[in-house]
């Protein structure tokens, strides 16, 4: 019997009106002698899946921290790589990112290019996924490293045509991005305008602080949220409990 891929079960989770939450992992935050505790956080959280990565990465943890993670945990493993250099074979899957809001053609394409070749030697699945960078009151990592201009929050028909785009291009994903750590996150009308006009699932992600804030996104039409810094600041934000 074939294995369901990752997709498949988004897609899936979609078409029956379940939501999924994926908690974020920065590497360069992480110290890996705290990984069984961190580990035991995450599997009495609701999350469905743990993204990996960051805008920087500046340590070489990357390996060792998944297969340490991948010993105690069976969710499936999704790098969210700023760079090429930041791709484990140890994952499950990639978010294969193409920044649709920016104009930086390093991080449009160039980045994709290099990344291709390492990408065909592994077994990981390739998850194309169109991301826009939404302004979020403050200069995000994304914002910096990219050096693009996110866009602009009130401008609904702008993200709207840049995320119809993306899935007219191919993108198997539309991630709506307020910035790690983002004052503000993405407004809850433009999730919606978004998710009741594109057919393919929607992540959105930034700048969500409470369990109010990841079911006010579920409820505009967020297929996928992304919860980073407030787990990072508080390894209990989710309890044994919590329900999604």
């Known amino acids: 019997m074939e294995k369901v ?14 939501k999924l939450l994926a908690i974020l992992l920065d590497p360069d935050k992480i110290v890996l002698d705290t990984i ?8 009495q959280s ?11 990465v500046e340590n070489s943890i990357l390996d060792d921290l998944i ?18 250099s930041q791709i ?3 994952a499950d899957g990639i978010l294969f990112l193409s920044l649709l809001s920016g104009r930086n053609p390093d991080y449009l394409i160039e980045h994709q290019v290099k990344a291709a070749p390492i ?25 910096r490293v990219s050096k693009t ?3 602009d929050r009130d401008n609904l028909d702008l993200v709207l045509a840049t995320a119809q785009a993306g899935e007219m291009l191919g993108s198997k994903l539309i991630y709506l991005e307020a910035g790690s750590g983002a004052q503000k996150a993405v407004p809850l009308e433009m999730i919606e305008y978004v998710a009741q006009n594109i057919a393919i699932p929607l992540i959105v992600g930034g700048g969500i602080v409470d369990l ?26 989710f309890n044994p409990k919590t329900k999604i």
Do not use: W
């Open 5 to 18: 891929t990752i997709y498949q079960e988004i897609q899936k989770a979609k078409s029956e009106n379940r």
């Open 36 to 43: 069984a505790d961190l580990v035991n956080k995450i599997n």
């Open 46 to 56: 609701p999350a469905t899946h743990l993204f990996i990565g960051g805008s920087l």
């Open 67 to 84: 297969i340490r993670i991948k010993k105690g945990c069976a969710l499936p493993i999704v790098l969210f790589p700023g760079h090429p």
């Open 88 to 90: 484990s074979n140890h």
């Open 119 to 143: 990408l065909k030697r592994t077994n990981l699945e390739i998850l194309s996924t169109g991301y826009i960078l939404i302004e979020s009151g403050s200069e995000t990592a994304v914002e």
């Open 149 to 151: 201009t996110p866009l």
């Open 212 to 237: 109010e804030g990841i079911q006010n996104a579920y409820q505009s039409g967020a297929d996928l949220v992304v919860i980073g810094t407030a787990f990072e600041k508080d390894v209990d934000f």
